[in-house]
């Protein structure tokens, strides 16, 4: 079952959603699948104080109503379904939805976002929102002259940990192993922050607490014969051992980094298929957050129609 349309949108952040505003001003008639996460990473964000326009601050899922409210009222067709397969070997671009459902477009926009890696113990989904993040620059200010803990030894977890120490009390950096992965640079940042205690060789096993995490259980040198239990009192705890970019559909047709970020010429979410353009987390793996994002869904939906009207569609 093929249907065809003008411009598909894949994904329902704000990217996707701000794109579907866009392309619908502009008489696009887009379609946007939601995907596996309707509303994207923002839904499982209890406060976001940080989104020009809301001065009290909104919870992640209001905020991501409010733009698919937007969206739907200048006429977007948004539907559940999930992106399963792709051909971006020639126009019109064919998607597979659900694995069933063949939609062929002119034009394409990936919004598809990231996850965020965890670490894979209950405990950080039973504090998600309550003391659990994977984003100290969404949350960190919720910190403020509290104790918080950073998981990761990279650039990302050396960079976090130096964000929340201008917030708060006290940072712990755990580390599994008995150095950083970070660059020169980001390390000699960690070990000059006085605020920053670096615990290497220290694995997280578990999070405690009655109305949201009050501490971390900690193994020192797993494994090893002086292994040894340790109980940190934290107030939050933020993973830092990277993003995941959900690109691996679209891999065969268009360039990615190393990670799976999807490459776009730079200062464009153009890709280097003519037609299909990348917006949002799944081609930025640098700021992560939803006002880039919602940005880059914009030009999206521009370059979109500027592309449709050049080859008369």
Known sequence: ???????????????????????????LSPVLYEGIQP???????????????YPEGITGPELMEDLKQQAL??????????ATETDLSAAPYKVTIDGEKVIETEALIIATGATAKYLGIPDEQKYAGMGVSACATCDGFFYRKKVVAVVG??????????????????VYLIVRKP?????????ERVFNTPNIMVLFEHNTIGLFGENGVEGAHLVKRMGEADEEKVDIAIDGFFLAIGHKPNSDIFKPWI?????????TVPGTPRTKVPGVFAAGDVA??????????????????IEAERYLSEIGK
């Not at 509303?39 to 326009?53: A, C, D, K, S």
């Open 1 to 27: 079952m093929n249907e065809k349309v003008r411009c598909l949108i894949i994904g329902s952040g704000p990217a996707g959603y701000t794109a579907a505003i866009y392309a619908s001003r502009a008489n």
């Open 39 to 53: 509303g994207g990473q923002l839904t499982t964000t209890t406060e976001v104080e940080n989104f020009p326009g």
């Open 73 to 82: 009222r200048f006429g977007a067709d948004i539907r559940f379904g999930i």
């Open 153 to 170: 030894g990279g650039d990302t977890a050396c960079e976090e940990a130096v964000y929340l120490a201008g917030l708060a009390k006290q």
């Open 179 to 187: 150095f950083l992965r970070a660059s020169k640079v980001m390390q």
């Open 255 to 263: 360039d990615t980094d190393e990670v799976g970020y999807i490459k």
């Open 284 to 301: 930025d793996p640098h700021y992560r957050q939803a006002i880039t994002a919602a940005g880059t869904g914009c030009q999206a939906a």
